[in-house]
């Protein structure tokens, strides 16, 4: 007798059953809380769960396959971010409704802990780099995009906010302090804070060179030392140097006034590899709706944005969000698609 092969279709009950498959399990679910505003390699995944590579694999292969990870090459890195629902297909609505209930979950205290080592890993690896490298800093910026590139948007952009006659600007990361003259000319006192003291000597040099009066320097991280609250935050290039982007963001929000704002310049998500070891980006660029995602949750209204096409291929956007006058509940980020990119 003939017998045929079983045809053997993908049916919508089999995504449906392996989102069940996906969430029955407490270290999937643990895993998709760690994700919850952050991306992780498996090297990391394994050491944050005290785990095996190859059981960590095992899950994420079965949380991939559920649709409930999505993957992103950071170098030669694939990093593991949550996948957020799509639209209208079966299971969609189970999805958004269990990512809601696993962010209700706390994380055990040791994996709290071990996530905060490894994101000290990333902010030491790149602190290493800007202490290497401030005497080639110039070159390595040109790479990419330097300030010539994007500071007549970024002025644009800022010359557009209405600030009052004291108001004060915080840059962090200034580099070699070139964007400093402008924010001394516009606000009444500037602060620069940088974490590398050999970046924060170069905007010290500038600073005495231009007679930059008004502009305080501070050796400190932006993220985990205290500096006083500015009318206007400056991130030049610096955000994709930071462990954690989305966190960063939710502690930046607290340094600004109410009403403040907080201006952003970035890459656009892009695949150069080489960037990470010849500039120490911890991150190739974001993607606008990540950032207008990670503003919404650290309560920052989405504005204005403008991008810039360089000839090179990259793509920067410069970004503001503001802080509203009076805390707000939740609300959907908006974003600006007027001048958008050029995919
Ligand atoms: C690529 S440079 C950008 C320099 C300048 N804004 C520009 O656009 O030319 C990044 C700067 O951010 C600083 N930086 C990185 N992480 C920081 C942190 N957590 N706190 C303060 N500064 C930081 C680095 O030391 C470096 O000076």
């Known amino acids: 007798m003939n017998m045929r092969a079983p045809f053997l279709a993908f049916e919508p009950v089999d995504a449906l059953a392996a989102l069940c498959k996906a969430s029955g399990d407490s270290l999937r679910l643990n895993i998709l809380r760690a994700l919850a505003n952050d991306s992780f390699g498996v090297l990391e995944l394994a050491q944050i769960f005290a785990t095996g590579q190859s059981g960590i694999s095992h899950h994420l292969k079965v949380l991939a396959q559920a649709g409930l990870v999505a993957t992103r090459r ?11 629902a799509q639209g209208e297909q079966l299971g969609s609505r189970l999805h958004s409704a ?27 690896a790149s602190q290493a780099f800007f202490t290497r490298s401030a005497a080639s800093f110039q070159a390595q910026q ?11 948007s970024v002025l644009a952009l800022l010359d557009s906010l209405d600030f009052a006659a004291d108001a004060c600007a915080v840059e962090v990361g200034p580099g070699d302090g070139g964007f400093l003259p402008e924010l001394a000319r516009r606000f009444q006192r500037v602060l620069a804070l940088d974490n590398s003291a050999a970046m924060l000597e170069l905007a010290r040099l500038r600073c005495a060179e231009e007679c930059l009066d ?16 500015a009318d206007c935050l400056v991130l030049n290039m610096v955000l994709h140097h930071f462990a954690a ?7 930046l929000a607290q340094h600004l006034k109410p009403g403040g704002s907080l201006l952003i310049t970035e890459l656009c998500s892009h695949n150069q590899s080489w960037a990470r070891e010849a ?11 990540d950032l207008a995602r990670w503003a919404s949750a650290a309560e920052l209204n989405t504005c204005e944005s403008l991008y810039v096409g360089l000839r090179n291929g990259f793509q920067i956007q410069v970004r503001h969000f503001a802080k509203p006058s009076t805390p707000q509940g939740p609300r959907a980020a908006t974003i600006d698609h007027s001048q958008e990119p050029e995919r």
């Not at 040109?142 to 007549?152: K, T, V």
């Open 142 to 152: 040109d790479l990419i995009a330097g300030l010539p590139q994007y500071r007549d």
């Open 245 to 251: 982007p989305a966190e960063a963001l939710k502690q």
């Open 214 to 229: 008004n502009v305080a320097l501070q050796l400190a991280d932006a993220l985990h030392d205290d500096y006083p609250a």
């Open 98 to 124: 269990l990512l809601d209930e696993v962010d209700q979950l706390q994380l055990p205290v040791e994996i709290q802990q071990r996530i905060a080592a490894v994101h000290r890993q990333r902010a030491a």
């Open 74 to 84: 950071e170098g030669n890195a694939i990093f593991y971010r949550r996948a957020l």
């Open 279 to 289: 500039c120490g980006d911890l991150w190739l660029g974001f993607e606008q709706d």
